[in-house]
């Protein structure tokens, strides 16, 4: 089945003004309406992007995070990253010399 991408996007825009709406009125840090906004504004992104993919081949520059994978990947990113940040040169411009005018 087929999405309409221009149906998709409406139906991403809506879900972008209800998860704002839900966040700007919320009642407490675990309200459950946030939650439910978050969770349709998910699937409409999903429907949009497979949309825009099937119909135009166009990918979006984004993607939603998988929570539970991130995580795993964190804490085993960050191990990598402390072994790997004594050999970043941080200074892009390092050992460049410039022409004066």
Known sequence: MTVDPRAALDRLLAALEAHYHAVATRRADDDPKVDDAYDVLADAFEVYDDAMVRVHGETLPFYLADDETDDEDDDSDDD????????VDLDPLDGVELEES
């Open 80 to 87: 990598e990253d402390d072994e790997d940040d004594t050999d």
